[in-house]
């Protein structure tokens, strides 16, 4: 079985372009999430789906970067216009959904997508 | 609120040695925590999880941690070093309050010396 993969692997542009990442979660994880790394710091929460809907948005930094999941398939993070800050690491997870055990459900995480704007 | 805190960037170790990588966690809700590896240009990867039932949790490659909570510690451990454990690992705390809302700590580099 595929695990969560995500797209591009690298991506450099300059500032004040805009950027689309896409992620792809295991085939039947209604949750999907993502996550960043900035460079030197902790990985931080951005925010969830479960299947099309956006469960928690509370960790997205501001409204340059809009999540879509259009048909609880795969989803896309755009950047737009893109800051030198936004540069780090982007990971997406997805995980099942265990009814009445959430958080013990493991999540599945990509190989991450690496954005550098300059 | 939650927080994880773990208390070495980096840990070298000799091949063939024990390794110990310290956990510290907050949570105000009975937590689950989870460790999780990540090699170079690689994803994370779930190496073991706590979810309150044994409080030494075994895992993957030889790994295990023990969830302390007088101590609020979840240390992770290995008898014997290898090679291909160089590697980040992550530390993370997930509280059973809601929908899986996740703390990451800061990792740990973790350099194993031939």
């Known amino acids: 079985e595929a695990g969560v993969t995500q797209f591009p692997s690298h991506s450099v542009i300059e500032k004040g372009q805009t950027v689309t990442l896409r992620c792809d979660p295991i085939?039947?994880?209604?949750?999907l999430y993502w996550y960043r790394r900035v460079m030197g710091k902790e990985i931080k929460f951005l925010l969830h789906?479960?299947?099309?809907?956006?469960?928690?948005e509370s960790g997205m930094p501001n409204n340059r970067f809009l999540a879509e999941r259009t048909g609880g398939t795969y989803s896309t993070l755009k950047v737009q216009p893109a800051e030198l800050e936004d540069s780090g690491v982007y990971f997406c997870?997805?995980?099942?959904?265990?009814?009445?055990?959430?958080?013990?459900?493991?999540?599945?995480f990509g190989p991450g997508t690496r954005l550098t704007v300059l | 609120a939650q927080s994880v805190t773990q208390l070495d960037s980096h840990v070298s170790v000799s091949e063939g040695t024990p390794v110990l990588l310290r956990c510290n966690y907050s949570?105000?809700?009975?937590?689950?925590l989870f460790w999780y590896v990540q090699h170079p240009n690689k994803g994370l990867q779930l190496l073991l999880k706590?979810?309150?039932?044994?409080?030494l949790v075994k895992g993957i490659n030889g790994f295990e941690a023990e969830f302390k909570k007088s101590e609020t510690s979840f240390h992770l451990t290995k008898p014997s070093a290898h090679m291909s454990d160089a590697a980040e690992y992550f530390c993370?705390?997930?509280?059973?309050?809601?929908?899986?809302?996740?703390?990451f700590g800061t990792g740990t580099k973790l350099q194993v010396i031939p």
């Open positions: 085939s039947g994880h209604d949750n």
């Open positions: 949570s105000s809700y009975s937590p689950s």
């Open positions: 706590y979810t309150s039932a044994a409080t």
């Open positions: 993370v705390v997930s509280y059973s309050g809601g929908y899986q809302k996740v703390t």
């Open positions: 789906f479960v299947k099309e809907s956006k469960q928690d």
């Open positions: 997870a997805s995980s099942q959904d265990r009814a009445g055990f959430p958080s013990y459900n493991e999540q599945f």
